[in-house]
């Protein structure tokens, strides 16, 4: 079950697919009748040519064995890769292929507004082996609570309405546009946003890449490190699947009160009410001036667009900066994160929002154990951790 609209930031809605296969894989014919990358995508034509595809045994037996196997989900790019040698030649296969986007070299000039890549996840609540009455469907459009009916389709393409609430005890395979594959993308365009705004510093690159990376300080890194997470409960419509969850830390940098923003994807955190143990590093202090940072938590929302959400922070972030030089800097602290909850759309501070919980000023070298956030959304542990050199 996905978190509540109470989960993560709307850094992203979109509209291009996920890479199929790799583009020299597209026959020249393909290549140039492939989908305008402003074209939004349409699910029930997918369910369709997914449902053509399904009819043939191979390909049906090596999909399902993946989304079996999801976690959490399965790009349609590999779907058909897996099954190309059997089903290349069948006129479903081209139309999906046409649908499927090869975006992950695509530069930041160049992306589009909205990012959609195509993806397939399975409800099968009951884990059933039985998949002869397997439906296919996808969340409806607009916001969740006007939604009265989940529309599904059957092997004959035949339409069957789902309740909303209430997962179908049958398989449902859930044609996803904005989730796992598409966070991804929109994380690594709005760090280099945040780079070439001048509020993000190139080291997170180079820590991604090799964790031996030379700080100018030590001999290593000293970061703050996630333990332990759980969100709180909160009734989502099934059809909108695991929850994709990112954190924005900020912090300052220098000696001006100068801002440093992060994007840091969470993606093993898909549902609520559940322990997660994900080691992750946080907070790296080389990047820090002082010792204090904040951490806040968002649920990406399908509607926003990811541009807008970057720019509206750095714009809220440097509206601040002429009249902070010479505040206390922790005082600057608070008013960056400030920024950038203000930097999220209205509708997240209603019954819908996708915010899910911030940490003020956490402390370089000091451990929270069950520690709440402010909102009592979140719970974490955080602990101080040296990634020492080779």
Request: net charge negative.
């Amino acid at each position: 079950m996905r978190f509540p609209r109470i989960l993560l930031a709307g850094v992203i809605a979109s509209v291009v697919l996920s890479s199929c296969t790799n583009s020299e894989d597209l026959n020249p014919q393909l290549e140039n009748s492939l989908l305008d990358l402003n074209q939004q995508v349409d699910k029930k034509q997918v369910a369709f040519d997914l449902i053509d595809l399904m009819k043939n045994q191979s390909f049906k037996t090596n999909t399902l064995h993946l989304l079996e196997h999801q976690e959490p989900s399965v790009a349609m790019s590999k779907v058909l890769s897996e099954s190309k040698a059997s089903v290349e030649k069948m006129k479903s296969y081209q139309e999906l292929l046409k649908k499927t986007t090869y975006l992950e070299s695509v530069s930041s000039e160049e992306a589009p507004d909205k990012i959609e890549i195509l993806e397939l996840w399975m409800m099968n609540s009951k884990k059933s082996k039985d998949f002869s009455n397997i439906l296919f469907s996808f969340a409806p459009e607009g916001d969740e609570s006007t939604w009265s009916v989940i529309e599904a389709y059957n092997m004959n393409k035949e339409v069957v309405y789902l309740d909303v609430n209430k997962a179908p005890n049958q398989p449902v395979i859930v044609i996803e546009t904005n989730g796992f594959e598409t966070l991804k993308r929109e994380v690594e365009l709005m760090n280099e946003y945040l780079r070439d705004a001048g509020v993000q510093n190139s080291r997170f690159q180079k820590v991604e890449k090799d964790l031996s990376y030379q700080s100018s300080k030590s001999s290593g890194l000293e970061t703050t490190k996630l333990d332990k997470i759980r969100l709180n409960d909160d009734e989502e419509p099934w059809i909108s699947g695991a929850a994709e969850v990112y954190a924005i830390t900020s912090g300052i940098k220098d000696s001006d009160n100068s801002p440093e923003i992060k994007v840091i994807p969470m993606y093993y955190l898909d549902h609520d009410g559940r322990d997660y143990y994900p080691n992750q590093i946080l907070l790296f202090w080389d990047d820090y001036q002082y010792q204090a940072a904040n951490i806040q938590l968002f649920e990406k929302d399908d509607n926003v667009n990811y541009k807008d959400l970057v720019s509206t922070i750095v714009n809220g972030v440097f509206q601040i900066i002429g009249t902070v030089s010479t505040q206390p800097w922790v005082n600057v602290l608070g008013q960056v994160a400030g920024a950038i909850i203000q930097a999220m759309p209205n509708q997240w501070y209603t019954n819908n929002d996708d915010y899910v919980d911030s940490f003020y000023t956490i402390e370089k070298n000091k451990s929270y154990s069950n520690y709440y956030g402010a909102r009592g959304n979140a719970k974490v542990n955080l602990s101080p951790f040296f990634v020492a050199s080779n």
